[in-house]
């Protein structure tokens, strides 16, 4: 846990006394929200006085964004087959 508290509006990657941190609102670590930022993923961050933080707008559009999608059938998306039952025949 960081001992800094962030900026109002602002939040630091990891928790902090006056809350959850970034990694915590995503349900991740630190360690893969840092590896999400190298790849471009996750919600949009930029440094300030050397520490990463993102705007608390940026995390919950980014989370009601993923839960959007998750929720909108995707075009490839077909009905379940209908199960068959197959029947074995018995050794004697």
Not at 18 to 40: C, E, N, V
């Amino acid at each position: 846990m960081i001992s800094k508290i962030p900026p109002p509006g602002l939040l630091y990657i990891e928790d902090t006394p006056a809350g959850p941190g970034i990694a915590s609102r995503l349900g991740i670590t630190p360690g893969t929200y840092r590896k999400w930022r190298m790849a471009g993923k996750g919600p949009e961050s930029f440094r300030l006085a050397k520490m990463v933080v993102a705007r608390i707008e940026a995390v919950d559009a980014y989370v009601a964004e993923q839960e959007r999608k998750a929720l909108q059938p995707s075009a490839d998306s077909r009905s379940p087959e209908p199960r068959v039952r197959r029947k074995f025949p018995v050794a004697a």
